[in-house]
Every structure is written in C-alpha cells, then in structure tokens.
C-alpha cells in the first residue's frame, strides 16, 4: 500500500478564497506531482517536483502554485479560487519504477 | 518523448481474456512501457512495466514485440471488478533519466459485463 496522502478529501467553497492542498508522502521519493481530472477526462500534469527547491510547472496552464520545502511535503495553493477550479487533483511521488498515487481531493468551488 | 495510441474504450464479459494493444511507434532505447489501472474516484495503479518480450505478474501479462512499436496488456479471465481505465505509458523511467514526465493520455475505459 503506497504512502502517499491527500487532505482535505473533499472540499467546498466559495470564489475568491485562497485554498492549500495538502500532500504527504513518508517513502523518501524525490520526484511529485500534481495532476488536475475532471470525470472520464485524461490526468493533465499541473506541477512537478524533482526534489526540495525544485518546483515547475505541467503541460496543463495553472493558477496554482505549489512548494517543495521539505522532501515529504508538496502542497498545492489557490490564491482565489474559480468556478473553473471545480475538479480533481491527485498527487503522486515517484520511484525510480513506477508513480503512486494519493487518494486525491475532489474541489468544488462555487 | 514517445506518443502512445490505444484504443478509447473495449468492452468484454466476465471470464474472457481481455487484451489492450497500446502503439507507440517513437519509441526510444531507454524507454520502457508501463501500464495502469485507474477506478472512478481514485488515482491510478501501477499494474506492470516491461522493456522487451514478455512480463507476467499475478495481475497481468505483458507483451512487447521485437520491433518495441506496440505493447499489449493482456487480462486474463476478467470480472467485474476490472472495470476501469487503463493507461500506457512510455519513458526513460531510470534514474538517469531524469527529464521524464509520467504523462497519461485518455487510456482505455474497458466494461466488463456480466
């Protein structure tokens, strides 16, 4: 079982505040994601990381942004949240094998 | 980085074998082909990876040609569960490889039917 975690699981809330979603991992990886999904749509990559201090960003233009401060820890922010945020995002961290996957957060900005 | 093609959606029914071809004809020499399974509602899983001839593992096998052009993801006798969308993936995944970005396409939404 991949530890990698997301919180909140579930989020609803209103446009214009400022929002930060939270990711975890405890297995050491270096390289972590960000991916944005909308029901039975392709995962469109937002933000990468291949270590602490390195952040860029995806294929998939963003009004996010993210940190990479510590190793285990890449949160992504909202300054203000938009209808057009309401979606998916899944987080994942990388071995040298194959990615894992957080549980994601579904967002819904109303 | 390689371009992959498979199919958008197949249908089947419980007990069939399933096979999921998945063409990606650029590929390079240090890439390898990794596929994943993804439920709604959840992130995707890592199903099984290969660089040539062929990998089983308890889930799945995996075919891969000669020539590296195609793969095939092959389920034997599925069941309901396995209902999903499966993604194939192609790169340079070792560590040296550093300028690779996992990217999934659409994949393909296989329905298995009672």
């Known amino acids: 079982e991949a530890d990698i975690y997301q919180t909140p699981r579930y989020l609803v809330i209103g446009t214009g505040k400022k929002i930060t979603l939270e990711c975890s991992q405890t297995m050491g990886h270096d390289k972590m994601y960000w991916y944005q999904q909308d029901p039975g749509m392709e995962l469109h990559l937002i933000h990468y990381?291949?270590?602490?201090?390195?952040?860029e960003k995806g294929d998939l233009s963003s009004e996010s942004t993210v940190s990479r401060i510590r190793t285990e820890h890449f949160p992504l922010t909202l300054e203000s949240a938009r209808p057009s945020h309401t979606s998916q995002y899944l987080c994942a961290s990388r071995d040298s094998y194959e990615q894992y996957f957080g549980p994601g957060t579904r967002l819904t900005v109303t | 980085l390689a371009k992959t093609t498979q199919p958008i959606s197949m249908d089947s029914y419980e007990g069939q074998e399933v096979n999921i071809t998945c063409s990606h004809n650029n590929i390079a020499t240090n890439d390898y082909i990794t596929w994943y399974q993804q439920f709604p509602s959840q992130g995707p899983r890592f199903i099984i990876q290969?660089?040539?001839t062929k990998v089983t593992n308890e889930v799945a096998s995996l075919f891969i040609p000669a020539d590296r052009k195609s793969s095939t993801l092959s389920l034997p006798r599925v069941s309901l569960s396995d209902t999903a969308v499966y993604y194939c993936l192609v790169g340079d995944i070792a560590p040296s490889g550093g300028s690779y970005i996992p990217t999934f396409g659409r994949g393909t939404s296989l329905i298995v039917h009672p």
């Open positions: 290969g660089y040539k």
């Open positions: 990381s291949y270590g602490v201090n390195s952040t």
